[in-house]
Every structure is written in structure tokens, then in C-alpha cells.
Nanobody, 118 residues
């Protein structure tokens, strides 16, 4: 059974930092692209960041470039999202996703809430 379990969300003040983690089991993590998406209340789910199976390629939404960093530890089957300089508009449920490429994700976690207060 494939599982993606996010953790690390919470409440933080604007300008603060959080690190999200996504622990993966039940699939070949080392050959799977991973991504982070988010969904704010009343809005569509949107892409945040993605990383290739090797970690050699990454992609970011323009809104988070320079503030967020995606990384992975294949030995721990875990992907991370380091979020710095957080803004109230970053408030959302953040989802971890797995898939065959940086632009195709078909397995999703349950999400973790991130709330940034002004």
C-alpha cells in the first residue's frame, strides 16, 4: 500500500520559517519524482515545487522562488519543503505528491495545514 504522510505544518508569523516533510512508503522512492502542492480556502490546488528522482532537477512556482527549497533524502524515502520568509498568502493545506515526472503526479498525501499570521 502506497502512503505519503506529510508533517511539519503549523502556525507561524509572517517572516518565519517552517520545514515540511513527506515520508513515503510502498513505492520505489528512488525512481519517483516528488512534488509539493497547496490549496488555500476557496481556491484551486496549485503547484509549489517539484524534484526529480535523483534530486538533480527542481522546479518552483514563481510565487515561492527564492523563499522555498525542495529537497529529498532517498535513503530515508522522504521529501522536504523548506519554507522561509513566509507570507500570509502562503496559508494553505500543503500536499505531497509522487509521480513519474516533474509534470505528472498521480499519488497524493492527505495534506498538512500551514497558517501564516500577519
Amino acid at each position: 500500500q502506497v502512503q505519503l504522510v506529510e508533517s511539519g505544518g503549523g502556525l507561524v508569523q509572517a517572516g518565519g520559517s517552517l520545514r515540511l516533510s513527506c515520508a513515503v512508503s510502498g513505492l520505489s522512492f528512488g525512481s519517483t519524482a516528488m512534488g509539493w502542492f497547496r490549496q488555500a480556502p476557496g481556491k484551486e490546488r496549485e503547484f509549489v515545487a517539484a524534484i526529480s528522482w535523483s534530486g538533480g532537477n527542481t522546479d518552483y512556482a514563481d510565487s515561492v522562488k527564492g523563499r522555498f527549497t525542495i529537497s529529498r533524502d532517498n535513503a530515508k524515502s522522504t521529501v522536504y519543503l523548506q519554507m522561509n520568509s513566509l507570507k500570509p498568502e502562503d496559508t494553505a493545506v500543503y500536499y505531497c505528491a509522487a509521480g513519474p515526472s516533474l509534470s505528472a503526479f498521480d499519488i497524493w498525501g492527505q495534506g498538512t495545514q500551514v497558517t501564516v499570521s500577519s
